[in-house]
């Protein structure tokens, strides 16, 4: 890829022009592909942007504010095989960077259930501006950048993963076309959970003779992100994968899977994996991922889901794990009110843009 020249300018429309405050004139930034030379300044440019997400999140790990460890993230990001990235500069200093990593799965992959099979993954540590910088302009400049040769490979579904809290940042996405998609969020395993308990309850560890149940469980919760606003596709191809990965952990037995039955009846479930999905802004070591979390739609609002989250906070606490993480989808008109509710987080967002995929054909015209 060949250094651009961006001179970041703004068009608007006469109508509004006068209602709008002037913005100072915009330095110039040079895009070129990120090198090994320039570790040392992204990662100190990502220890920054880390400690200003952290005095917003105490949840963040403080391993990030230390630019050496950023270093060996970066350094990391740079080897992947299938991820690229670049440097933004002005008078030869680095003032931003962005990865993004090719995303291929076939289609009986258990990620293709979640993740686009052909895409490009901009990574939480994959990104970072300098704070005195205008952010929209840096990464409108990198991202221009990068994304002319996804879309010329077909990539035409981008994901980026940011820490929320900056607005500055958010508006710079938001203005290159990217809305939110799932929101990761923790809290903390003692925090006491809200709600009467459930009458009528029973709550059990479930083993290998309880596949059957897990699966139509976890089914359950695949139709119910099928479903308006959110319209997550249920794939069929996907099953098998999903069926082996339930029954390995249930063998294992290395993290429980908790299922609450009322009158003999399975109601609900929440699982736990290690280290799961969580993202690498948050301390694996004493962290514990709830994977799935369902309570039957016949059972909702009587306090399942409640007794559930307050059965395996108790045994997450009492099994040493300070915080538990997990991810809903952003537009989950029942999840995400449950879960900010019984005290989670925010601590990560994915934002996706998909590409019309017209222009693959449709640029020759002119």
């Known amino acids: 890829m060949e250094r651009r020249h961006h001179q970041s300018t703004t068009a608007v429309a006469p109508f509004l022009y006068y209602s709008l405050p002037r913005r100072p004139a915009i330095p110039a930034v040079e895009v070129e592909p990120f090198g090994a030379a320039h570790i040392p300044a992204a990662a100190r440019l990502l220890a920054a942007r880390h400690a200003a997400g952290r005095a917003r999140l105490p949840f963040l790990t403080a ?143 479930a083993g290998p003779e309880d596949l059957a149940v897990v699966m139509d469980l976890a089914h359950l919760l695949g139709l119910h992100h099928v479903q308006a606003p959110m319209f997550w596709p249920l794939l069929k191809t996907t099953e098998q994968a999903a069926r082996e990965h339930h029954a390995q952990e249930l063998e294992s037995g290395r993290t429980p899977y908790f299922i609450a039955y009322r009158n003999g009846r399975p109601a609900g479930m929440q699982t736990f994996i290690r280290p799961g999905f969580t993202p690498a802004i948050i301390s694996y070591e004493t962290d514990v991922y709830l ?26 606490s009492e099994s040493g794990y300070t915080t538990c993480t997990l991810h809903f989808a952003s537009n989950n008109p029942s999840g995400a009110p449950f879960w900010l509710g019984q005290g989670f987080i925010p601590v990560e967002h994915s934002m996706d843009r998909i590409i019309d995929s017209r222009i693959a054909w449709a640029n020759g015209w002119a």
């Open 291 to 316: 994977h799935e979390g369902v309570v039957d739609p016949q059972a909702r609002g009587e306090g399942v889901g409640g007794a559930l989250l307050a059965h395996a906070m108790a045994w997450a």
């Open 63 to 205: 391993r990030l504010e230390d630019p050496s460890a950023c270093e060996l993230e970066v350094a990391a990001l740079l080897r992947k095989k299938r991820t690229s990235g670049a440097v933004a500069l002005h008078n030869g200093a680095v003032v931003g960077y962005l990865f993004g990593e090719q995303m291929l799965f076939a289609p009986y992959h258990n990620a293709y259930q979640y993740l686009h099979p052909h895409s490009i993954a901009i990574p939480v540590l994959g990104h970072a501006v300098a704070g005195d910088r205008d952010a929209s302009a840096v990464l409108q400049a990198l991202y221009g950048f990068m994304a002319e040769s996804w879309v010329r490979d077909g990539y035409f579904a981008h994901r980026l993963y940011l820490v929320p809290g900056d607005p500055a940042e958010l508006e710079a996405w938001v203005s290159l076309g990217f809305g939110r998609h799932t929101t990761c969020a923790v809290r903390e395993t003692a925090l006491p959970v809200r709600g009467s308990p459930a009458a009528g309850v029973e709550i059990h560890r």
